[in-house]
């Protein structure tokens, strides 16, 4: 172990020196998630940016975590500007000083003059923040696999395998599956949290669990639930949305999208403290948070832009998609499907992630 220890220390070592290097030439660091999301950013706002003000952006991928952020702070040699992270580390990461507070000068207004913290569907969850997309979790299946059948169309359906057969594509985390299992069992999309703070409220989730438990097959790489629906090993599966809309958008796929409870993740980007570029990262915030620039991002991927304004803008442009088709369809947050979706909260399972982990293990070791 220690031997591994040392191996991936000197690994990382290397790594972070490599980045250094092929920055230097740049004049903003800006890292993300990598593959389709990232080409949407460098095309949406990236390429828009350098053009408009002349500076240069090398971008990076990592896999998402604090770790080699929390690295370069506390070292004080911060090689990255901004990154692209997810909820809970926006919120871990503020309030451990990691980030930046973004003034509120750099958050665009809209063009009837509305502020940012107006123009989102939820609150920021602190100063360090400027808002991306929303993606989601969601059950989908293979149209072809389920014709001259009824097909499932809500939530129950996929805990019920008595009239809809077949296994169940499901992630290795509870995240989400909790959310989805208490709907599917009675419970309003609203009143999830609340219900997911009592013991019988997790009880009655592991309950409905329990119904596919002899019928499901675990993922955990993103790529994975297409490829058992589409070989048929699975007769439907939950998915990461942008996967499923980038087959149908992209490649011709037959998915189906099933948008009832839906659990709904954020998006955000943040400057690391102690960036060595600070006034231009809060620059590229500013312009990568405007309404017309997270617009411009759902041009390349399917995933909802968190400001209200930018979505008008989609919905006036259809069709909006880069190759002709209409983007609404694929969108996570469109107004006809928010009622029966679950915004996720990411501060619930930052208090309760572990237990409810432990539990969810014990429970897939069965």
């Not at 009239?163 to 989400?176: E, S």
Request: charged fraction near 25%; proline fraction near 6%.
């Amino acid at each position: 172990m220690q031997h591994k220890t040392i191996a991936h220390a000197i690994a990382v070592a290397g790594a972070t020196a490599l980045a250094a290097g092929s920055a230097l030439a740049a004049d903003l660091t800006v890292v993300s998630w990598g593959g389709a999301y990232t080409a949407s950013q460098q095309k949406a706002y990236g390429e828009p940016w350098e053009q408009k003000t002349g500076k240069k952006i090398h971008w990076e991928n990592y896999n998402g975590g604090l770790g080699e952020v929390r690295t370069q702070v506390e070292s004080g040699t911060v090689i990255w500007d901004i990154v692209d992270v997810l909820a809970d580390e926006a919120r871990v990461g503020c309030d451990e000083g990691l980030f930046e507070e973004i003034p509120d000068e750099y958050h665009v207004m809209t063009k009837d003059g509305m502020s940012i913290d107006e123009d989102l569907m939820v609150p920021r969850p602190n100063k360090c923040v400027a808002p991306m997309i929303w993606w989601s979790y969601m059950m989908f299946y293979d149209a072809p696999a389920w014709e001259g059948k009824t097909p499932p169309s809500s939530i129950d359906h996929f805990f019920n395998v008595t009239d809809f057969p077949g296994k169940r594509g499901i992630h290795t985390w509870p995240q989400a599956l909790i959310e989805m299992a208490l709907v599917a069992d009675g419970v309003d999309p609203g009143d999830v949290y609340d219900v997911m703070d009592t013991d019988e409220g997790i009880d009655r989730a592991f309950a409905m669990l329990d119904r596919i438990k002899d019928h499901s097959v675990f993922w955990s790489a993103g790529s994975k639930p297409l490829e058992l629906v589409k070989s048929g090993e699975a007769s439907m599966a939950l998915a990461y949305n942008g996967r499923v809309g980038a087959a149908n958008l992209s490649e011709g796929a037959t998915f189906v999208p099933v948008w009832d409870g839906q659990v709904l993740e954020e998006e955000w980007i943040v400057v690391l403290k102690g960036s060595p570029n600070k006034e231009l990262a809060f620059e590229f915030a500013s312009f990568a948070s405007a309404p017309e620039q997270l617009a411009g991002q759902a041009q390349y991927i399917n995933y909802g832009p968190m400001r209200k304004s930018s979505f008008d803008i989609i919905m006036a442009g259809e069709p909006w998609f880069h190759n002709g088709k209409e983007i609404l369809p694929h969108m996570p947050n469109r107004p006809d499907v928010l009622p029966r979706s679950i915004i996720a909260n990411p501060d619930w399972w930052a208090d309760n992630r572990d237990p409810i982990q432990e539990r969810f293990d014990a429970w897939r070791a069965q």
